[in-house]
C-alpha cells in the first residue's frame, strides 16, 4: 500500500511540474515567472514562520528573468547586425553586442543556478517578434530600425538596472546589476552617436 501511495505522489508531483512547465510556454518569460512563483510559494508553505529563507523575491527573480530574455535579444540582434548591416559601425556595434552581453548573460545564468531562479530559455514574445521584425530587413533600411531599437531597449535595460542596484533585495543580484549598469550606459551613448550619424 505504501508503495502505491508513493507511485501515486510521484505521479501527481510530476503531472503538476509539468503542468507549471507547460503552462504560458508561448511566452518564455511567463512561464519563467510562473516557476519561479511555484518555488515561493512552495518555500513559503514549507517554512512560514522563517518568511522562505533563501528565496529569492518575486521582484528579484522577475528581474533575471527579463535580463536573461534582453540579454539574448542583444545577442541575437548582434549576430543578425553582423551579417544584415551595411554601416561598418553598425556591424561593430553588433560585435559589441554579442560579445558583452553573452558574459553578462553567462554571469547571470551561473547566479541564477545558485539561486535556484528559472530562467527563460530564448528570449520572450517581445523581444522574439523584435527578432522576427529585423530578420525580415537588410541594408540602410536594417541600419536605421535595429540602431533605434537598441537605443529604446537600452534605455529600459538602464532603468531597470538601476532599479534593481538600489531597490533589490537580493545582495547578489544587486551586484550584478551594479556591475552591468556602467557596460550597458556605455552601450547606450556609443548606439545614440551610431543613431545620430544614420540621420
Known amino acids: 500500500m505504501k508503495k502505491i ?18 503552462a504560458g510556454s508561448d511566452d518564455a518569460i511567463k512561464s ?24 529569492v523575491s518575486e521582484q528579484d527573480s522577475k528581474f533575471a528573468v527579463e535580463a536573461a530574455s534582453g540579454g539574448m535579444l542583444e ?28 558574459n553578462a ?16 530559455p530564448a528570449p520572450g514574445e517581445e523581444h522574439m517578434n523584435h527578432i522576427k521584425e529585423l530578420t525580415d530587413k537588410s541594408g540602410k533600411e536594417f541600419d536605421k530600425d535595429y540602431i533605434d531599437m537598441m537605443v529604446s531597449d537600452h534605455e529600459e535595460d538602464v532603468k531597470k538596472f538601476e532599479d534593481c542596484s538600489q531597490n533589490g533585495n537580493d545582495a547578489e543580484l544587486k551586484a550584478f546589476a551594479a556591475k552591468t549598469l556602467p557596460t550597458l550606459r556605455e552601450h547606450l551613448n556609443a548606439v545614440k552617436k551610431i543613431q545620430e550619424s544614420l540621420k
Open 5 to 22: 501511495w508513493t507511485l501515486a505522489l510521484v505521479c501527481s508531483t510530476l503531472t503538476g511540474f509539468v503542468a507549471c512547465n507547460n
Open 32 to 55: 519563467a515567472n510562473e516557476s519561479n512563483e511555484v518555488k515561493q510559494d512552495s518555500a513559503e508553505n514549507m517554512a512560514p514562520d522563517n518568511s522562505a529563507a533563501g528565496v
Open 75 to 102: 545577442v541575437q540582434l548582434g549576430k543578425l547586425a553582423q551579417q544584415k548591416a551595411s554601416s561598418q559601425k553598425v556591424k561593430d556595434f553588433g560585435a559589441l553586442m554579442v560579445r558583452d552581453h553573452t
Open 105 to 120: 548573460n553567462d554571469e547571470l545564468k551561473a547566479l541564477a543556478i545558485k539561486k535556484n531562479i528559472t530562467l527563460p
